[in-house]
């Protein structure tokens, strides 16, 4: 039987303020685990963009404890953040698309990054750009693409390199209804891979569509949690061979550019 995993990021009395304003955020505390999927909910104005960039490491705390993949994410040396952001996928709500490449080359930028060659990447990038039904449009700048492309473009760069952490602000907020059902079933897949996963989503209806996710509610930048189960959740077993025969990500070069 396989052993529970540790936990991949824990956050402890955290707090956030900038300047010298109020704390955008308060005494925020929960465990994240491998193959957990969240939905991060809350009025606009809760501190949901706070949360997430402390999440991707784009921002420090005011104070509070920050723990990812086993190491205290605010004293880590500077030298040492690209390697930690290389093992988070962020979808960014603004997309933050590189504007002279192509849709193709936006794609394939994380497995670049990370050393994979020219041969081991192409068939991975076009089918993940095939899947998000942008086939027909691999050299297309982002200037020339529609919103919804856009967003499809900035989840296919997020999830291409099998990232531990994908963290996604309003992933589906430019796209139709089917395909937002489409994305959703592509980051379960990833998700049953062994990503910690964590969606900001005023869309309850995807909510529901995952039934065994957790729920993190923020008002007023404290962190709803009635149960227990985000500050203690149960641990899952992560079958990290499952395979989505119907997605992009089974198998194949892609699952080889995980980090160590």
Same mark, same amino acid.
Not at 67 to 83: K, Q, S, Y
């Given at each position: 039987m396989n052993q529970p995993a540790a936990e991949i990021v824990q956050f402890d009395n955290v707090g956030l303020r900038y300047g010298a304003g109020r704390e955008v955020l308060a005494d925020v505390s929960f465990t994240?685990?491998?193959?957990?999927?969240?939905?991060?909910?809350?009025?606009?104005?809760?501190?949901?963009?706070?949360?997430?960039?402390l999440l991707y490491l784009a921002q420090r705390p005011s104070r509070g404890l920050i723990?990812?993949?086993?190491?205290?994410?605010?004293?880590?040396?500077? /030298?040492? =953040?690209?390697?930690f952001r290389r093992r988070?996928? #962020?979808?960014?709500? !603004?997309?933050r698309l590189v504007p002279h490449l192509s849709a193709w080359d936006n794609v394939a930028l994380p497995l670049r990054v990370a050393g994979q060659s020219e041969k081991d990447i192409a068939k991975p990038v076009s089918?993940?750009?095939?899947?998000?039904?942008l086939g027909d449009r691999f050299h297309a700048r982002p200037a020339t693409l529609s919103g919804g492309e856009q967003q499809r473009v900035a989840i296919a760069r997020a999830v291409i390199a099998r990232p531990?952490?994908?963290?996604?602000?309003?992933?589906?907020?430019n796209v139709d209804p089917d395909m937002a059902i489409k994305l959703l079933r592509l980051f /379960?897949? =990833?998700?049953?891979?062994?990503?910690?996963?964590? #969606?900001?989503?005023? !869309?309850?209806?995807?909510?529901r569509k995952v039934p065994d996710s957790l729920i993190m509610r923020l008002d007023k930048g404290k962190l709803a949690d009635p149960t227990g189960a985000l500050r203690y959740p149960p641990r899952r077993r992560v079958d990290r061979a499952a395979d989505d025969?119907?997605?992009p990500l089974?198998?194949?070069?892609?699952?080889?550019?995980?980090?160590?």
């Open positions: 994240l685990y491998p193959g957990c999927f969240y939905f991060l909910t809350g009025a606009s104005g809760a501190g949901k963009t706070s949360l997430l960039k723990r990812m993949f086993g190491t205290d994410a605010i004293t880590l040396p500077r /030298e040492r =953040l690209p390697g988070i996928g #962020v979808v960014f709500q !603004d997309f089918d993940m750009l095939e899947w998000v039904g531990d952490v994908l963290v996604a602000d309003e992933p589906t907020g /379960e897949s =990833l998700n049953r891979l062994g990503t910690t996963v964590v #969606v900001a989503t005023h !869309d309850l209806h995807l909510i025969a119907d997605g089974g198998g194949g070069p892609i699952g080889e550019s995980r980090l160590p």
